[in-house]
């Protein structure tokens, strides 16, 4: 078994509806946000909104960082 990749927060801008956002992710979870996207046939840009729209709508919305996280390892393979 190789070792998680254990590595700080990268902070990237991406425009979300026409608005530009930083987000700080781990580079494992930039990795993974950008396969799920190309899986889907999409921009990153445009599968970030679509998290955040589902965010929003929550009764206790989380941080967008901690929203894409939980939707990367709670999405069906």
């Known amino acids: 078994m190789s070792?998680?990749?254990?590595?700080?927060?990268?902070?990237?801008?991406?425009?979300?509806?026409?608005?530009k956002t930083s987000i700080?992710?781990?580079?494992?979870f930039w990795d993974m946000l950008r396969d799920a996207a190309s899986a889907e046939g999409i921009a990153?840009?445009?599968l970030v909104a679509r998290i955040d729209a589902?965010?929003?709508?929550?009764?206790?919305p989380p941080g967008?960082?901690?929203?894409?996280?939980?939707?990367l390892v709670s999405r069906e393979p």
């Open 64 to 71: 967008l960082a901690s929203a894409i996280r939980v939707w």
């Open 44 to 46: 990153v840009s445009a």
């Open 3 to 19: 070792p998680i990749p254990y590595h700080p927060p990268v902070k990237r801008s991406i425009a979300i509806a026409g608005h």
């Open 24 to 28: 700080s992710l781990e580079p494992v």
């Open 54 to 60: 589902e965010r929003i709508r929550a009764q206790t």
